[in-house]
């Protein structure tokens, strides 16, 4: 008769390494801080380690959290936020009951008398503890808000150091092994992203980062630009004409020159750029939201589509569309000349040998154009009017909205690094 084979259970790592109960957990003791493959523990993002403890151990040994003003006890702003009034480290025993490590008497009797209470959402960061074999405690927990791993000895006892140090390589090798096989089962943002299935997200404002960057250049760039004017003519026409050293210095710092206003208007486009991308991932029907569908349209599409695929603007803007693409059309050709480096008439120049004189003739002096192609003949003035009309078109397109999509664009588009496209109770702020 066949037998069935029964293989061994796995050992969980919470019976190799159990959860220190909270009344072993000192209330004030030094730390050594542990460095041994913290790179690789960091590697993993926080939020999954605290899955990955919380499948294995349940809720942290100790928190830290902001104390705030209780709403239901106390006026809070008229923005309707809870007040904050301090920090506080505790610890659950006993099922629910909080016991606070750093508290005065009075902050006590406050949180006691529901005048005071931990902050929603302002957990800062917890920590989770253990027993080594040779009864030292080290802690595995989260810093600066929760975006940093870290793990320390509490107290430890180098009795036997030699001891210590095994033990907690171990104990790290352990929770590395561990985590490889579970992280994957864990979390996995994509996948959450793509399905949907999140309670909030932001998009970083790619539009207001370029633009700030481009006004940060503009500062900057016509003393920059000065300079390099300055260090081209170092050394006169004639020593240029008839000196080695004096030629190559004057045509490297020449094909320098214009750097600074160049990459400011590089900065604009893309902030324009950002500005239109932004504006129609955030605007777009639902019906009708399809990301590759969304990525599949180029700027000038969005430009002309924008008021029929998404939400938030007027009927009548048919003529304003139409200005906003005009000087869309003007500038993304000029950056189609500077960012693909097109070969034109207007970057040429001839030479002309008339009765024993050479003369040079520069094309772009013979062409109506928008901007010079040559980033060396740009100017400050050339970089404002590219300014101009980025603001000019972003100023239209906003003017063509309703008032709650303008009122959300300026409060958030215009202004925050961070987008946000739900809040952490999963609602739309733009509802």
Request: charged fraction near 25%.
């Amino acid at each position: 008769m066949n037998t069935i084979k029964k293989f061994p259970q796995q050992k969980k790592i919470s019976d190799s390494y159990p959860l220190l109960p909270i009344d072993r957990i000192p209330k004030v003791f030094e730390t050594q801080i542990v460095d041994h493959r913290i790179e690789e523990l960091n590697e993993y993002h926080v939020g999954i380690w605290h899955r990955f403890f919380s499948k294995f151990y349940g809720q942290p040994s100790e928190m830290n959290s902001f104390l705030c003003k209780a709403k239901q006890q106390i006026p809070i702003s008229k923005n309707n936020k809870f007040q904050i009034v301090g920090e506080a480290a505790f610890r659950t025993t006993d099922g629910s009951k909080i016991e606070f490590l750093n508290l005065d008497s009075n902050s006590l009797k406050k949180y006691a008398d529901g005048e005071l209470t931990i902050s929603p959402g302002g957990v800062r960061d917890w920590k989770y503890f253990f027993e080594l074999p040779s009864q030292n405690i080290i802690f595995i927990g989260s810093k600066n808000d929760h975006r940093e791993l870290f793990l320390s000895l509490v107290d430890p006892d180098y009795t036997d150091k030699k001891i210590i140090i095994a033990e907690t390589k171990k104990f790290i090798s352990v929770l590395l092994e561990e985590m490889k096989k579970q992280h994957g089962n864990l979390f996995n943002p994509r996948k959450e992203f793509k399905e949907k299935n999140i309670t909030s997200y932001s998009l970083w404002n790619v539009y207001l980062s370029n633009y700030l960057s481009a006004e940060h250049l503009i500062i900057k760039a016509e003393d920059e630009e000065n300079k390099l004017t300055e260090n081209l003519y170092k050394f006169s026409d004639k020593s240029v004409l008839i000196e080695d050293e004096a030629s190559v210095h004057t045509q490297s710092v020449l094909l320098i020159c214009g750097t600074y206003y160049s990459s400011s208007i590089f900065f604009l486009w893309m902030a324009l750029e950002g500005f239109i991308n932004i504006l129609f991932h955030r605007f777009v029907k639902k019906n009708i939201d399809d990301l590759d569908m969304e990525r599949g349209l180029d700027l000038e599409q969005k430009i002309r589509l924008m008021p029929y695929l998404c939400e938030g603007f007027k009927n009548d803007v048919g003529q304003s569309i139409s200005d906003i693409y005009e000087d869309f059309i003007r500038l993304k050709d000029y950056r189609n000349k500077l960012f693909h480096s097109k070969v034109e008439d207007s970057l040429c120049s001839i030479m002309d040998y008339y009765k024993g004189f050479f003369y040079n003739y520069h094309m772009d002096e013979y062409r109506t154009q928008f901007l010079p192609s040559n980033k060396a003949k740009l100017t400050m003035d050339s970089v404002l009017q590219v300014k101009s009309l980025v603001d000019g078109i972003i100023d239209n397109i906003i003017n063509a909205m309703d008032e709650k999509a303008k009122d959300y664009t300026k409060k958030y588009i215009l202004s925050e690094s961070a987008i946000p496209f739900m809040n952490v109770s999963g609602t739309d702020p733009l509802i």
